[in-house]
């Protein structure tokens, strides 16, 4: 008999990190030596999982900027991670939240689009510059409702995205990974949509079952250089 098809695991983190004011001290050589060190310790790591950087500066007092990376394997994934603070600006950033989840990719839509690193379906994550990210952990009454209930909620939830053809939603699972019971992105090429459907969806019946769905971080998507030109 044929063994079932185990379903990928696809692990993703998202560290936001904070820039120690000790960096602006540094002289304008040291300053250039350690991003280069930092963008080229981050550009070896990137052949080996998905990565996007965003920019926090300016939007939120407690981070600066996102690195969101995703991988099928977790102990490479925690290395790469780990590797974020040990040369140039690494040294000088701290990190301020972190979240993990897991995402299973359409084992149909695998078969049918290109993959990058052999486990993720081409553009299904970060094909657009505007995101929001955050945490959600559902009240108990939450499951106490019936199945068939929870789908109609979930159904009228689904409805208001598919509105916005330009926005791209996404559920990573936490359940036995983090504190929260999944993270929630929402991705859209424009701002405006991006807002007019996070109001939308607040004003969901379902909303009355979600106990934590703090902090939200709002991130513009910007090459790693563009950022670290930004806040140093």
């Known amino acids: 008999m044929e063994k079932p098809k185990r379903t990928t695991n696809v692990f993703s983190s998202f560290m936001f990190l904070k820039l120690a004011p000790e960096f ?30 965003y920019m926090i500066t300016g939007l939120r007092p407690d981070a600066d900027l996102l690195f969101w990376r995703v991988s099928d394997d977790l102990e490479r994934l925690q290395d790469i991670c780990a590797r974020t603070f040990s040369v140039g600006v690494g040294h000088y950033l701290l990190p301020t939240h972190t979240y993990l989840g897991v995402y299973h990719p359409d084992e149909q839509a695998c078969a049918k689009r ?45 409805a208001v995205i598919a509105k916005y053809r330009e926005i791209q ?42 106990a934590v769905d703090k902090p939200v971080f709002l991130c513009i998507g910007r090459d790693l250089r563009e950022i670290l030109d930004s806040i140093t």
């Open 24 to 53: 602006r001290r540094l002289i304008s050589n040291e300053k250039i030596a350690a991003k280069q060190e930092f963008e080229n310790m981050v550009g070896a790591c990137q052949e080996k999982v998905f990565l996007r950087t």
């Open 114 to 158: 290109d993959l990058e690193f052999s486990f993720l379906p081409k553009d299904v994550f970060g094909r657009h510059k505007f995101m929001l990210v955050h945490p959600v952990v559902k009240s108990h009454l939450w499951y106490e409702l019936s199945e068939d209930e929870r789908r109609r909620m979930q159904a009228g939830r689904s």
């Open 169 to 210: 939603e996404t559920f990573f699972q936490s359940y036995g990974l983090d504190e929260q019971e999944m993270i929630v992105t929402r991705e859209a090429r424009h701002l405006d949509e991006l807002v007019s459907a996070t109001r939308e969806l607040r004003e969901q019946r379902i909303k009355n079952y979600t």
